[in-house]
């Protein structure tokens, strides 16, 4: 497994849970004093249709886009006006996920700090931190099950608390991510 200590992965354990919002306070919170990139990463599943352009039929696909437009409503444009120096959308079929991030990794600098987006991206790449958001409503997609329990951090949203558990994410001096407990350590 690919390994990105600069990578901050943010997934949900259902729609509408408040990734977006999650995300977006955490560029805010960083941006201030380091250049922070956002990627939103969705799967593309078999039955979609999807450009292949020059790909053969066996080679992974994906599809990288560099947002620009800050005023749509859209996550993406979302993540520039909390604060991101760059936010790139990534689409990618399940089997290319990895590689696809490796290209995107190779579209911004080495050392860049990362905010993604994404429930598929945690189960090919080890990053720095994985954070995965859940409704008070308890419900769970099945895709979410196992990433539930590997993740670094479990916030629980009920739409109105403002996300207590930021104060715990940290930047360590050589920009990895890490926790601190609630009385610093």
């Known amino acids: 497994m690919y390994k990105d200590e600069r990578l901050l992965v943010v997934g949900g354990a259902g729609r509408n849970v408040g990734k ?17 990139y956002g990627l939103k990463v969705s799967t593309i599943f078999p039955d979609e249709a999807l450009f292949h352009g020059n790909h053969a039929d066996d080679e992974p ?16 444009s979302r993540m520039l006006r909390a604060g991101a120096k760059k936010v790139y959308y990534l689409r990618s079929d399940d089997s290319g996920i990895k590689e696809s991030f490796e290209y995107f990794r190779n579209q911004v600098p080495a050392n ?31 895709r979410a099950i196992a990433q539930l329990k590997e993740a670094d ?15 715990s994410i940290q930047l360590a001096d050589n920009n990895t991510w890490q926790v601190n407990s609630p009385n610093g350590t």
């Not at 805010?28 to 004093?33: E, V």
């Not at 951090?153 to 104060?167: A, N, Q, T």
Request: glycine share 6%.
């Open 20 to 36: 977006t919002e999650f995300v977006c306070r955490l560029i805010a919170k960083f941006a201030t004093n380091r250049d922070i």
């Open 61 to 76: 696909v994906h599809q990288l886009f560099e947002e620009t437009r800050r005023e749509l409503a859209k996550d993406t």
């Open 112 to 142: 860049a700090i990362i905010i993604c987006e994404s429930n598929s991206l945690g189960q090919v790449v080890i990053p720095g931190l994985k954070i995965m958001v859940r409704s008070t409503n308890g419900q769970v997609k099945p």
């Open 153 to 167: 951090i479990v916030v629980v949203s009920d739409g109105s608390s403002g996300f207590p558990e930021l104060d």
